[in-house]
């Protein structure tokens, strides 16, 4: 049975989701840190005072950034813009200087506006029905002690143990047509000088299917590539095929090498997909491989210390309240 967790399926696309992905991109970060320092010998709330206090004043970060979503910089800039206007009426040669600046500074920022779309304003490319895909977020009470914390709170956040997530996707729920879920890391590829740092995604085996997405060589990672009785795989992105490989014919039967595990590259991932995340990741790899090389044959076992960030699929016609619902119930 799942834990009582309080599970909130939110739209991808609107201000929540973006409040979401500023905390948890500034969570990532502080984790990070700390979790460097703690290998590196440091008691983990040491390590997380530590990591807290270098990446300076949490709070004032997140109202900045919010700022920026906000209408306050509009109504400045059109306040600016009708002073310009009663300048300009007076001053023709001013008018055609601001009209040519005007023109260069457009076509500049037009590249920047198309990013920032793409983050903010579209959803992810390359994913069937994206509107039905929704990531789990879950309210967690972390009790004293535990994760290096000197005092109880509760959080919310988008990780679910493996137990629940096991127990989530064996469940029939008829709200929920799939359930994937997926780790980002950070990995190294090869030894010595020919190393390189790499962002790796450990993934379900019906991670694909899950979000619909086709590859532009090859194939993708399947349900039976997640077994250790299989032979390890790797899917590439784009971005990492042309980085390292040229064309994607000349990557696909290619290796590469994480925590001494040897992966044939089997598929290329279509240009700008970056998966349900609007993080770039270079590398997916079957969770199966890619747990048990990292924690051991034990993973599974200690489930409940092991996290995954867990995707839902509505079904048609299905509500977020109601498929919350179905699965706390």
Known sequence: ????????????WDRRRRDAELDEEIRFHLDEEAEERVEAGQSPERAHAEARRDFGNVTLIRERTRETWGWAPVERLLKDIRAAFRMMRHNSGYTCAVVLTLALGIGLNAPMY??????????PPHIEDPDRVHRLWVSERIDPGDRGVSTGRTWVVDALQ?????ALSAADNP????????RVSFR????GQRAENVTVSWVTGEFFDFLGVAPTAGRLIAAEDDDLTAQP???????????RF??????????????????????VLPPGFSGPRSNAVDVWLPLEHAATASRGNSWRRYGTTFYLTPFVRLAPGATEEAAGAAVTA
């Open 114 to 123: 198309e990013m920032l779309s793409r983050l903010f304003l579209q959803p």
């Open 162 to 166: 493996w137990l629940d997530f096991d």
């Open 246 to 267: 040229g064309s994607a014919e000349e990557a696909l039967g290619t290796t590469l090498s994480f925590e001494d595990v040897t992966y044939l590259v089997v598929g």
């Open 188 to 191: 190294t590829n090869g030894r």
């Open 233 to 243: 795989v790797a899917v590439i992105s784009d971005g990492y095929r042309r980085q």
């Open 175 to 182: 709200l929920i047509d799939g359930v994937a879920g997926h």
């Open 1 to 12: 049975m799942l834990k009582q967790f309080l599970f909130h399926l939110r739209s991808s």
